[in-house]
């Protein structure tokens, strides 16, 4: 009976989060400029991997490879040709390859020379010519208006020193007047996170990998706080849209997550753990 009962309000919690992504402002799905390109995107993520892949990033690259076809997507439909473009974050390359493959000039930017050796190959840093700077403390070293499109994927969520209105800014300073930034960061408000937190967990990682890491999580975002922070930078918009990338499920509600895909399919709002956007200087 006191399983019976338990099931019964799991079915509860099923149908309050349920109702909640009702009434609540989600992100919207892939937009047709990007779903349209897809295809094309996927079977460039496929050629990078076949390229090769640096060390215990082959497990990470099959978790992240559809949110690199969204960017690739993007690219696709929105880049003019031999775009330049400054990959922010560019270790361990593979969105870079992506858009070298895509016959785009990569410029790669690296908080230190401590990700030289996250690429596959040292090949890849002459090619992306790195730059390797702290950007929270110093300003980026190229000139204003060096870039037709700045990549800023999976980075804004690390920021821990600067306030990251601050980080746009200085991306705004190097982007050529009308030029793209590619953007992605985990969404905070996910299925996954909820409920884990109905059930007293938390949604960062254990504190023994916390503390101490480079690559930590230091703030995670809502959509709204997203589409805020980029607004004060002074960015237009372009799209905006949420996805359902496999390497955001995480703490312990990911487990619920995908329990919750078997049941309701992949395309619900709240199962879209990423937010991706392209916005206009």
């Avoid at 402002?25 to 390229?51: D, F, K, M, W």
């Avoid at 690199?68 to 880049?79: S, T």
Wanted: glycine share 8%; proline share 4%.
């Amino acid at each position: 009976m006191l399983f019976k009962d338990a099931k019964s309000k799991e079915r509860d919690l099923f149908k309050d989060l349920l109702d909640y992504a009702e009434v609540t402002p989600q992100l919207a799905s892939t937009p047709e400029s990007v779903a349209l390109n897809l295809p094309r995107a996927r079977e460039v993520v496929e050629q990078v991997g076949a390229i090769g892949l640096s060390e215990g990033y082959t497990d990470y690259f099959k978790a992240s490879a559809e949110r690199y076809a969204h960017y690739l997507a993007a690219a696709i439909g929105l880049l003019k040709p031999e775009s330049s473009i400054l990959d922010v974050g560019n270790a361990p390359g593979h969105v870079g390859i992506g858009l070298h493959l895509l016959g785009h000039k990569v410029r790669g930017l690296n908080m230190s020379a401590e990700y030289r050796s996250n690429y596959a190959s040292p090949s890849w840093l002459t090619e992306f010519d790195v730059i390797e700077t702290n950007f929270e403390h110093n300003p980026i070293p190229v000139a204003d208006e060096s870039f037709d499109v700045v990549i800023f994927t999976e980075v804004f969520e690390h920021i821990a020193t600067r306030n990251p209105v601050e980080v746009l800014v200085e991306l705004k300073r190097v982007l050529r007047k009308g030029g793209l930034l590619i953007f992605s960061t985990p969404n905070v408000c996910n299925i996954s996170n909820i409920y884990a937190l109905l059930h007293g967990h938390n949604i960062f990682w254990n504190k023994e990998i916390f503390y101490g890491s480079l690559d930590r999580h230091n703030r995670e975002f809502t959509p709204a706080e997203v589409q805020n922070c980029f607004a004060e930078a002074g960015f237009e918009v372009v799209e905006f849209w949420g996805m359902n990338d496999h390497s955001n499920w995480r703490g312990g509600g990911n487990v619920f997550a995908y329990d919750f895909t078997t049941k309701y399919g992949t395309d619900h709002p709240m199962l879209r753990n990423t937010t991706v956007a392209v916005y206009r200087k």
